[in-house]
């Protein structure tokens, strides 16, 4: 089984442009979670989709962050325009139920904001 | 809200020995406690949890204890390996409508 995947790995942009981060969850799985960790930070939540609806999108930072997730399969997260202060790994991780102990995490996005 | 402490952010032990890595919690209605490992290059990976109705769970070489009158677990490996070198978060939860509040993670290196 295929775990969860996130494209790109690692991606450096400078501050002002557009980068759109991309999560496939595990095949089945209708919850799907972002996370972003600053350096040296603890991991933050971000919100979180069940299916193609967003159930909770508390952790948002600002407007400047759009996550969607349509047809309910793989999900994006854009940070328009990037700022300085977005530089972080962002994770993201899937669930088949809503339970924190089903939940799988892929590797991360590194977004180096410069 | 939830906050988790974790200290020290780093921790060094010769292959053998024992690590014990220890994360407080604010939020006395936190009933659920995970923690993660995560290697390089990958995402963390639960690797053992306990709930608030148990004071101690063991896997194998790994351990959690929980004091909820102190609010404060810990994550204890014994006989230290090369491959337990990793950063290691611990997490608190209050249950269905909240989210996991991580700690700020220790990065455990194991000597040869």
């Known amino acids: 089984e295929a775990g969860v995947t996130q494209f790109p790995s690692h991606s450096v942009i400078e501050k002002g442009q557009t980068v759109t981060l991309r999560c496939d969850p595990i095949s089945g799985h209708d919850n799907l979670y972002w996370y972003r960790r600053v350096m040296g930070k603890e991991i933050k939540f971000l919100l979180h989709f069940v299916k193609e609806s967003k159930q909770d999108e508390s952790g948002m930072p600002n407007n400047r962050f759009l996550a969607e997730r349509t047809g309910g399969t793989y999900s994006t997260l854009k940070v328009q325009p990037a700022e300085l202060e977005d530089s972080g790994v962002y994770f993201c991780?899937?669930?088949?139920?809503?339970?924190?102990?089903?939940?799988?995490f892929g590797p991360g996005t590194r977004l180096t904001v410069t | 809200g939830e906050n988790v402490e974790q200290h020290p952010s780093t921790l060094s032990v010769q292959e053998g020995d024992s690590a014990v890595i220890k994360c407080t919690y604010s939020d006395s209605a936190s009933n659920y406690f995970p923690w993660y490992k995560q290697e390089l290059g990958k995402g963390p990976q639960l690797i053992i949890d306990i709930r608030s109705n148990v004071g101690e769970k063991k896997d194998q070489r790994i351990a959690v204890t929980l004091n909820k009158t102190a609010k404060h677990f810990s994550l204890h490996i014994t006989e230290t390996q090369p491959e337990d070198s990793a950063v290691y978060f611990c997490?608190?939860?209050?249950?269905?409508?909240?989210?996991?509040?991580f700690g700020k993670g220790i990065t455990l290196s194991v000597r040869p």
């Open positions: 997490a608190a939860y209050t249950g269905a409508n909240s989210k996991l509040t």
């Open positions: 991780a899937s669930s088949q139920q809503a339970l924190v102990s089903e939940q799988y």
